[in-house]
């Protein structure tokens, strides 16, 4: 029996799944062309799909008889068609919060790095916008003053334009309340003058008995001196008339999804002054065009959508993954388990206890 992955695993897991699954473990770069270069009896074989990021659709699975669970190994299983994985009656495990606390740091440090910023400046430098092509004359400087101020008065000083904002003062906004929203508030907690929560989701007790204030997002966007994205809508939740609504000279952060905000009208508001400044790391288009309008904004700090690249990330998707794929041959009932699609559960534990010679 195989199983087929192109996801980061670790070994203790791998062994655990062939010890415990019978299952022989096949590393492969794509599932799509591996399964295209199998015979028939081979395809028959393949039990499992561990994957992250590879799309699976109901061609794929068409070709996979015997499948009989895909473990994809992401917060949220958005490349794979639950629908058609579900009419074959293949259940859908992912790993919910694997990341969040890998995501919850790096929006701490984009929102240092927009408020300060770091990531600007040192861009200013490595490119000798801020550079001289001789020594400075230090004309006007004390002796032994250290300030980086240019000889020619005209020029930009970096104390001037990159003056910033404290955390102590800020106030943050947190839209989105699952795993991640949590990891960032609480990075934010004791930081900041104030953490709001808004999530229509989340009972405004749940919020308030985390430490946080709740607040709907409406009577959030004009206090927010800081807002974070942390939603996982397939929708805009930060559109042109919500950038309107923002406190002038605040700040955007959004690690969450390119769907949830107006990029258009983001880079238009930047442009006008009314944000002071946004930290993106995930675009519409991946990776981002040399043409698009964000680039051309110099009050933006972009990064390639690596907020969740982490070494503990590996180490947590396989945790939650291991158990996951226990709990559901356990036959002891799917709840609590991350399974996309746990209407399965009746229907696929009759088969699982039909098939003989497998180890449940």
Request: aromatic share 4%.
């Amino acid at each position: 029996m195989l199983a087929l992955v192109n996801a980061t695993i670790t070994p203790a897991a791998a062994r655990a799944l062939a010890r415990e699954r019978s299952w022989q473990l096949s590393r492969v770069e794509l599932i799509s062309k591996a399964v295209e270069s199998m015979s028939p009896d081979q395809r028959k074989s393949v039990r499992a799909l561990i994957i992250e990021a590879e799309p699976v659709g109901d061609a794929l699975l068409a070709q996979l008889s015997s499948l009989e669970l895909i473990a994809c190994l992401r917060s949220d299983p958005v490349n794979v068609d639950v629908a058609a994985a579900t009419k074959r009656g293949i259940p859908v495990v992912h790993t919910p919060g694997r990341n969040a606390e890998a995501v919850a740091d790096f929006t701490l440090g984009l929102c240092l790095a927009a408020a300060r910023s770091i990531a600007i400046a040192h861009h200013e430098i490595v490119s000798d916008r801020l550079t001289t092509a001789e020594p400075s004359l230090r004309v006007h400087t004390a002796p032994g003053d250290a300030i980086w101020r240019p000889d020619d008065p005209a020029d930009p000083i970096p104390y001037v334009i990159f003056r910033g904002r404290e955390l102590s003062g800020l106030t943050v906004g947190v839209v989105g309340f699952g795993a991640v929203g949590q990891a960032v508030a609480r990075r934010f907690a004791g930081l900041v003058r104030a953490v709001h929560v808004a999530d229509p989701a989340i009972s405004a007790e749940t919020i308030s008995g985390c430490g946080f204030i709740p607040t709907p997002l409406t009577e959030l966007l004009p206090i927010a001196d800081v807002l974070t994205i942390h939603a996982r809508s397939a929708t805009v939740v930060i559109g042109r008339d919500e950038l309107r609504h923002m406190k002038v000279g605040s700040i955007l952060i959004n690690t969450a999804r390119a769907t949830v905000l107006d990029y258009d009208a983001l880079a238009e508001s930047l442009e006008s002054g009314h944000l002071r400044a946004a930290a993106l790391d995930v675009f519409p288009l991946e990776p981002i065009p040399a043409a698009s309008p964000l680039l051309r904004q110099k009050n933006l700090t972009l990064t390639p959508h690596i907020a969740g690249a982490t070494v503990e990330v590996g180490d947590r998707q396989s945790e939650i993954m291991l158990a996951a794929v226990r709990g559901l041959y356990s036959n002891d009932g799917w709840s609590g388990l991350p399974v996309r699609n746990p209407q399965l559960y009746e229907r696929w534990t009759a088969e699982q206890r039909a098939k003989p010679g497998e180890p449940r």
